[in-house]
């Protein structure tokens, strides 16, 4: 379970990454603001995935 977790993690924080260069370089200038935003959940989601699974596995022992 734990692995699929870390998996969802890495694939919502690439996402993040994609859509935060998307938004920024199509989007008009007030949209640059919302894609640096974007851009910084991609860290965020990696640290909760693996707090998460850490957890998971704390209560499993």
């Given at each position: 379970?734990?692995?699929?977790?870390?998996?969802?993690?890495?694939?919502?924080?690439?996402?993040?990454?994609?859509?935060?260069?998307?938004?920024?370089?199509?989007?008009?200038?007030?949209?640059?603001m919302?894609?640096?935003?974007?851009?910084?959940?991609?860290?965020?989601?990696?640290?909760?995935?693996?707090?998460?699974?850490?957890?998971?596995?704390?209560?499993?022992?």
């Amino acid at each position: 379970m734990s692995g699929k977790i870390a998996r969802i993690g890495l694939v919502a924080s690439m996402l993040s990454v994609v859509l935060s260069l998307y938004i920024y370089f199509v989007g008009d200038d007030p949209d640059r603001m919302l894609g640096i935003f974007v851009g910084l959940w991609a860290p965020t989601l990696i640290l909760a995935t693996k707090e998460l699974e850490a957890l998971l596995e704390d209560s499993s022992n």
